[in-house]
């Protein structure tokens, strides 16, 4: 965000009156020191946390996920930034993979991002820091049709699934396989993306599909009688807030904060924080969906140990998959947590040991 630049315009003589040696050397001391200022003012303008001209902080935020990150939409669109201190600027992405990318090349000090990403960024050696989950989701449904006969996760053995491989979804349904006794090489991945997997599903190319929830309704639509559906509750999901490496501890408390209020305020009022969300979604998110799924979410600004368990099971994950160069331990993960924002702004919502 460039600064406001506000001037005041003075009356200019017609006759300019005569100039001094003495007054010219002042003129232009004067005009090194406002160029000076200005190099300063330019400069400023890109770190993301100058002050604004109203004397509160600047935050960059970007966001991938209206409901997972929930209580930044709804403490911007009900204003209770100001009363820490800040002025955001939060800024949208299609993932979160594109949102923490923001905060690795410097276009922003934070990222909601899922749980996943920020996984994989710390085993491939990236430098963040995660200084809060902000919900907890667990509503996984895997499609599927009549014609398939898969009415228990045993009976995909031998099938054909469809998934944006390498993102949550593909975790969930290591998940549902493991509860099931099976491992990966019992069924044939097809990787999809996520707006494919219902066309999939319905040329009968695939057995069975897993998506991202905002593609819920639409599969159960246009599946019509055919549809089906299992439903799994053991992986949840959790959104996070991740801050750039050097992120001042003081804003990030400010930060904090603000979010801890914003979720108490939505807890109290869900119908008005749906609306909320809605309206800062701005068309991206309509408000059947939000109401449908508004509550599949736990909203809560923490750390705890299941956050910290979660990151250490999908890191071994990761590493089976993916095969990154970092070591999926406790020790790992717990290098790139930073609890003492959160301790500052919320003592009792951290939890890690």
């Known amino acids: 965000m460039n600064p406001v630049v506000t001037h005041q315009e003075f009356p200019v003589p017609t006759t300019p009156p005569p100039v001094s040696p003495r007054g010219t050397r002042a003129a232009a001391a004067l005009a090194a020191v406002l160029a000076l200022m200005t190099l300063l003012t330019a ?9 604004t001209s109203a004397g509160t902080t600047r935050v960059t935020i970007a966001g991938s996920d209206y409901l997972g990150g929930a ?10 930034w100001a009363a820490n201190g800040l002025t955001p600027q939060v800024q949208s992405f299609a993932t979160g993979r594109d949102a923490l990318n923001a905060v690795l090349g410097g276009q922003a000090q934070y990222a909601v991002v899922g749980d996943l990403p920020a996984v994989s960024a710390v085993l491939a050696g990236r430098k963040i820091e995660i200084v809060a989950a902000l919900s907890g989701f667990a509503d996984w449904r895997l499609f599927t049709t009549a014609a398939a006969s898969v009415t228990r996760f045993a009976d995909l053995k ?9 993102t949550n979804v593909q975790y969930a349904l290591d998940g549902m396989l493991t509860a099931a006794g099976l491992k990966p090489g019992d069924v044939t ?18 057995d069975a599909g897993l998506t991202f929830p905002s593609f819920y309704d639409a599969t159960k639509a246009a599946l019509g009688a055919e549809y089906r559906e299992l439903r799994y509750t053991g992986y949840t999901y959790r959104t996070l ?44 998110l309509q408000p059947g969906f939000v109401d449908a799924y508004y509550a599949s979410y736990h909203y809560a ?7 910290l368990k979660l990151l250490v099971a999908e890191g071994a994950w990761v590493k089976s998959t993916q095969k ?8 790992t993960f717990l290098q790139h947590i930073d609890p003492a924002p959160l301790k500052s702004a919320a003592p009792q919502a951290v939890t890690l040991s």
Request: hydrophobic share 40%; with cysteine.
């Open 241 to 284: 807030l991740v801050a750039a490496p050097g992120t001042a501890a003081r804003t990030s408390t400010a930060v904090l904060r603000t979010l801890t209020t914003a979720a108490r305020t939505a807890a109290k009022d869900p119908a008005a924080a749906r609306k909320a969300v809605v309206a800062q979604a701005k068309g991206a």
């Open 158 to 166: 031998g099938k054909k699934i469809g998934l944006p491989e390498g």
């Open 324 to 331: 990154p160069a970092g070591t999926p331990d406790r020790a």
């Open 43 to 51: 400069c400023g303008a890109d770190t993301g946390s100058a002050s």
């Open 301 to 307: 600004v923490t750390l705890d140990e299941p956050l």
């Open 71 to 80: 209580p930044v939409y709804t403490a911007t669109e009900n204003g209770q």
């Open 189 to 206: 991945l097809v990787n999809l993306a996520p707006n494919q997997v219902t066309a999939a599903l319905a040329r009968g190319d695939i």
